[in-house]
C-alpha cells in the first residue's frame, strides 16, 4: 500500500558487516533487511555478540557497512546526523561539562543562542527531574541520573530517530523501571522513532511496539514480533495476561539463540 | 568533619617535620657525617653570607631564567609533536622509539657533545633544559590524546560535531589532565637537569654554585643551596596544584 510505505523512516537494505580481527574476518552482520515505520517504537533483542551494537552503529553513521545501505526518509545516509540521536550504554556523558552544558552541548553546536539553548536545555533537564543538578558534574551523578542527562541531551536536539544501546543494562532492577517509565512518557508525549537494544525481555515488551530477534552469529534477523498491547503503558502492564503470554513466546525464541551461543 | 581532618593532617606535617630536623641534628652530632651535614644554625647564616658575596640572586635567577626558558619552549615544542604522534602512524612510528631511548640517557651524559656544538654558556644550558623537559612531555601529551574515550568523540559526532569542533571540544578538555601532568613532570625534570645543564660553563646558578662549593669543602651554604632547589621543587609543585583545582575540578579522582 502506497500509503504503509510513506510511514517507513528507516530502511535497511540488505546490510552485512565484517570486521578484520586478529587472524580471522568477523561477520557481524549478514545480509540484513529490516524497514521501521516512521514513531515505532522497536526493540532489538538477541544473544552477545550478535551484531546488534554493530546495526545500531551503522545506522547512527558511526561506522560504515560492508556491503548494504541504510535510507532515512528514502534517503540514503552519509556519516552521522543530528536527525539521528544515539544514547549508549556507558553514558558518554562529558566529565568536563555540567549536567546543564551537557545538555546544551548539541544545540551550541547549531549556533543556537545561548539564551535559547538554555531554555531548550532546562525544558528537558526538567523533564527528567534534574533541575536540582544542573550545575552538577557527571562525577556527582548515580548511574540513573547519568543515563537521564544522556537522554535529555539526545532528546534536546530534537532528533527524529532514537537509537539506544542498552541504556538501561548498567542500572539496578528499580532505577530501571524508573527509567523505563519515564521514556516511556516521554515518548507517549513526544513521539521519536525509537531503535532500543536491550536483553531484557521484560524491557523488550513494555516499551515496543515491535520486537526484532536477532540470531546468533552472524547476526540475522530470526523474528519479527508486533507487539499488541495498547499504550499508555506502565509498569503494571507487565502483570498483564497478554504480557505474560507474550513473555513466553519470546523467552523460547530468545533462549534458542541464547543456546546457540553457549555451544 | 573537614576541620578536625585538616588539623590532623596538620599534625602529621609538623611531626614529619620535626623527626627530619632531628634525624638532620644526630647526622651533624655524628663525627662522620657532621661535614656533610652541618645544622640549621650553620646553614642559616650562609644565607647572608652568599647574599654578601653578592652571589646568591643572581644564581637563583640565573638557574630560574634557564628553566623557564628551557620548559617553557619544552612545553611549546612538545605540544604539537604529541599531537602529530597521535594523529599521524607512521610518524609516531618513526619519533616515538627514539624519544623513549634518548629520555632514559642522563643529561649530564650527553651535555659536552651539546656544548662542543652550541658553544659554552646560556645557549647550551637552555638546550639541555630544553630537550629533557620536551621528551618527558611530548610522551605524556602523547599518551594523553591517545587515551580519549571514544564514546565521547562518537557521542560528539550523533550530536553534530564536525573534525574541529571534537578537537576544541573533546580533545582540547580531555587531554587537559595530561597537559598538567605533563607541567608536573617537565618542571621536576628541569629541576633535575638544573646541575647537568649548569655543567655548560655557566657563570652563575645555583648548580654551578654547588660545584663551586664544592670545591673549597664550604657545606653548610652547599646545603643551603641544595635545600633551597628542593623548595622552588615545592614552589612549582603548588602551583601545578592549584591548576589542576582550576582547570580538572570535573575529573573524578580516588581519594587516598
Ligand atoms: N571493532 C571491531 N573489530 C572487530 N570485531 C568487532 C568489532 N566490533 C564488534 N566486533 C565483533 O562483531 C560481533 C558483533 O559485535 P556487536 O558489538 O555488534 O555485538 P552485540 O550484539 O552488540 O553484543 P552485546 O550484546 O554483547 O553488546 C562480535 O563478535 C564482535 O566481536
Ligand atoms: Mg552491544
Same mark, same amino acid.
Given at each position: 500500500m502506497a500509503g504503509e510505505n510513506r510511514g517507513i523512516k528507516l530502511k535497511i537494505q540488505n546490510v552485512s558487516k565484517n570486521y578484520d580481527a586478529r587472524n580471522a574476518k568477523v561477520?557481524?552482520?549478514?545480509?540484513v533487511d529490516l524497514e521501521i515505520r516512521e514513531n515505532e517504537f522497536v526493540c532489538v533483542i538477541g544473544p552477545? /555478540?550478535?551484531g546488534k551494537s554493530t546495526l545500531l552503529n551503522i545506522i547512527a553513521g558511526l561506522i560504515e557497512p560492508s556491503q548494504g545501505k541504510v535510507f532515512l526518509d528514502g534517503e540514503e545516509i552519509k556519516g552521522t546526523g543530528k536527525e539521528r540521536g544515539v544514547v549508549f550504554q556507558q553514558y558518554a556523558l562529558f566529565p568536563w561539562l555540567t549536567v546543564l552544558e551537557n545538555v546544551k552541548f548539541g544545540l551550541k553546536l547549531q549556533r543556537l543562542p545561548d539564551k535559547e539553548a538554555t531554555e531548550i536545555a532546562m525544558r528537558y533537564i526538567k523533564s527528567v527531574d534534574l533541575e536540582d543538578f544542573?550545575?552538577?558534574?557527571?562525577?556527582?551523578?548515580?548511574g540513573g541520573m547519568k543515563q537521564r542527562v544522556a537522554i535529555a541531551r539526545a532528546y534536546a536536539v530534537n532528533p527524529e530517530v532514537l537509537l539506544l544501546d542498552?541504556?538501561? /543494562?548498567?542500572?539496578d532492577a528499580q532505577t530501571r523501571a524508573q527509567l523505563q517509565t519515564e521514556l516511556l512518557n516521554t515518548w507517549q508525549t513526544e513521539k521519536k522513532t525509537c531503535f532500543f537494544i536491550t536483553h531484557d525481555v521484560d524491557e523488550a515488551i513494555l516499551l515496543a511496539s515491535r520486537i526484532i530477534i536477532m540470531s546468533a552469529r552472524? /547476526?540475522?534477523?530470526k523474528q519479527i514480533l508486533d507487539v499488541d498491547i495498547p499504550y499508555p503503558r506502565t509498569q503494571e502492564t507487565k502483570n498483564s495476561a497478554k504480557f505474560l503470554e507474550m513473555k513466553a513466546e519470546i523467552w523460547n525464541e530468545v533462549y534458542e539463540e541464547y543456546l546457540a551461543v553457549i555451544k | 568533619m573537614k576541620h578536625t581532618n585538616k588539623n590532623i593532617l596538620w599534625k602529621w606535617k609538623m611531626l614529619s617535620l620535626a623527626s627530619v630536623l632531628l634525624l638532620w641534628f644526630i647526622l651533624s652530632l655524628i663525627p662522620r657525617t657532621s661535614r656533610s651535614f652541618p645544622f640549621l644554625n650553620e646553614v642559616l647564616p650562609s644565607i647572608a653570607l652568599m647574599i654578601q658575596r653578592g652571589v646568591l640572586w643572581k644564581d637563583i635567577s640565573s638557574s630560574m631564567i634557564a628553566i623557564l626558558i628551557g620548559f617553557a619552549l619544552g612545553f611549546v615544542s612538545a605540544i604539537p609533536v604529541a599531537f602529530i604522534m597521535a594523529w599521524y602512524t607512521p610518524v609516531r612510528n618513526i619519533i616515538e622509539p627514539w624519544i623513549q631511548f634518548i629520555r632514559n640517557i642522563p643529561a649530564l651524559a650527553y651535555v659536552p657533545l651539546i656544548v662542543i656544538s652550541a658553544g659554552v654558556g646560556r645557549r647550551s644550558q637552555i638546550i639541555v633544559i630544553w630537550l629533557a623537559c620536551f621528551m618527558t612531555m611530548s610522551i605524556t601529551i602523547y599518551q594523553g590524546i591517545k587515551s580519549i574515550d571514544v564514546t565521547l568523540v562518537k557521542a560528539a559526532r550523533v550530536l553534530g560535531a564536525n573534525d574541529f569542533d571534537i578537537f576544541r571540544k573533546i580533545t582540547v578538555p580531555a587531554t587537559t589532565p595530561f597537559i598538567i601532568t605533563a607541567i608536573r613532570l617537565g618542571l621536576s625534570v628541569a629541576l633535575t637537569t638544573l646541575i647537568a645543564s649548569e655543567s655548560t660553563g655557566a657563570i652563575a646558578g645555583m648548580g654551578m654554585r654547588i660545584r663551586s662549593l664544592s670545591n673549597t669543602f664550604e657545606t653548610a651554604p652547599m646545603l643551603m643551596y641544595i635545600i633551597s632547589i628542593g623548595i622552588i621543587g615545592l614552589l612549582f609543585s603548588k602551583i601545578v596544584d592549584f591548576l589542576e583545582r582550576r582547570f580538572t575540578g570535573w575529573q573524578e579522582k580516588i581519594e587516598a
Open positions: 561477520t557481524a552482520l549478514n545480509q552477545s /555478540g550478535c544542573v550545575n552538577a558534574y557527571p562525577k556527582e551523578l548515580s542498552e541504556p538501561f /543494562g548498567a542500572l552472524p /547476526g540475522r534477523i | -
